[in-house]
């Protein structure tokens, strides 16, 4: 489905057969669109969707966004909107917004745009403002990790429980010695709640969240859309969602769009550039790349990756792998995960393009210092 620039005439003809067919086409004409950027999305050979772009000081606006009817709910637009974002953030835009019909804010909240201000009425129609701010950061944020056992702070060797060693009995312990050395994030795991199909450790979470200001990241056993709003209740800023995604995406599409896809971060365990699923037995036949795709497609923005082959044996992290996957998706805020050893290997992730790294085994085996990390966040 190539998108491309598309000329005036056509876009205005699009314009006027999808939102305004009952209007002239000077109608659809705006007075700016010679200063305008008009991309179209076409398939089959024929145009499809179109969407016109507008720089206010470095903000993006977008306008007259139309995919045919006929052609409506078939991901058209939603592909067009996703290579719209993606352009304005890798041509360092600070924000993206534009004036929605009411009954059209669905697609942008799967995008994370919020609405701002009061509705107002124009030809007949209720309208809303839509925005986003787009992050501009290229620092890398390390994401400690804290995997929960019976409440205890634990870490498996390749997913396997009968590998875990106990590092703490008070994760709240643990958290608190991340804040103190400046770190922002937190990926929280509840190894119980995996194993039992519905989150169990919320308690946990609830305490870290209550008492500090990281920014927390909730996996493990997140089912049902009664787990969703448990983890949201009980403090985390993202949802982590992993198996699920490959195994039930109606319902994992259906959270996007209820919650907001800036509302979770999803987990992609590899091996061979594969899928793997159930605590990592089941290599699947779906592409890493294909997978990332889809999900993009529908407005996700986060996702962290771990090459099972690598995670818990301290053996570096998969810089080949996650390179392509960079180069393939560069507006993806992309998190590496799995076979950090050192602070070389934050380097290597960081200068490849990462924007996070997931960091566990290494920090509780003294192989990377919390001191080390204060000198890598400044």
């Known amino acids: 489905m190539p998108i491309q620039p598309v000329p005036l005439n056509e876009v205005w003809a699009m314009r006027q057969a999808v939102m305004y067919p009952q209007e002239s086409i000077e109608f659809v ?5 010679e200063a305008g950027l008009h991309w179209g999305l ?14 206010r000081n470095n903000s993006i ?5 139309a995919t045919r009817t006929d052609r409506q709910g078939r991901g058209f637009g939603t592909t067009l909107l996703q290579h719209v974002m993606d352009w304005a953030r890798a041509n360092g835009k600070k924000d993206i ?8 804010t669905a697609i942008y909240k799967k995008f994370g745009m919020q609405a701002v201000g009061k509705t107002w009425q124009k030809w007949g129609f209720d ?10 950061s290229k620092h890398m944020q390390i994401i400690p990790a804290i995997d929960i056992i019976d409440g205890k702070c ?6 396997d429980y009968d590998q875990k060693k106990i590092y703490n009995e008070h994760p709240l312990e643990v958290a608190l010695q991340f804040e103190d050395a400046g770190l922002q994030r ?12 519905a989150v169990k450790n919320w308690k946990v979470l609830e305490t870290i969240a209550g008492k500090t200001a990281l920014v927390i990241d909730f996996g493990g056993g997140i089912k049902t859309e009664k787990d969703v709003n448990i ?3 009980s403090g985390a800023a993202l949802a982590t969602i992993g198996s699920l995604a490959v195994k039930n995406e109606t319902e994992f599409v259906k959270w996007l769009l209820q919650f907001g896809a800036d509302k979770f971060l999803l987990g992609a365990d590899v091996k061979d550039e594969k899928i793997t699923v159930g605590g990592w037995l089941e290599t699947t036949d779906i592409s890493i790349y294909d997978f990332l795709q889809k999900y993009i497609d529908h407005g996700v923005q986060q996702v962290f990756c771990t090459d099972v082959s690598k995670d818990g044996l301290l053996a570096g992290p998969s810089t080949d792998l996650y390179k392509k996957i960079i180069e393939r998706f560069p507006a993806l805020h992309f998190i590496a995960s799995g076979g950090v050893s050192n602070m070389k290997d934050l380097e290597s992730l960081a200068a490849i393009g990462c924007t996070g790294a997931i960091v566990g085994k290494a920090i509780y085996e003294n192989r990377i210092s919390l001191d080390d990390l204060k000198l890598f966040n400044n």
């Open 42 to 55: 076409y398939a089959e050979g024929e145009l499809v969707s179109v969407i016109s772009l507008f720089d």
């Open 186 to 197: 937190l990926h929280l795991v509840d190894l119980d709640g995996a194993k039992a199909g």
């Open 127 to 136: 309208f809303i403002k839509m925005e986003k701010q787009l992050s501009q």
């Open 29 to 33: 004409q705006l007075e700016d669109d």
């Open 97 to 104: 917004w534009c004036n929605a019909r009411l009954t059209a």
């Open 61 to 65: 606006q977008f306008r007259k966004f």
């Open 154 to 159: 634990v870490r498996l060797t390749q997913g």
């Open 231 to 233: 983890v949201f209740n």
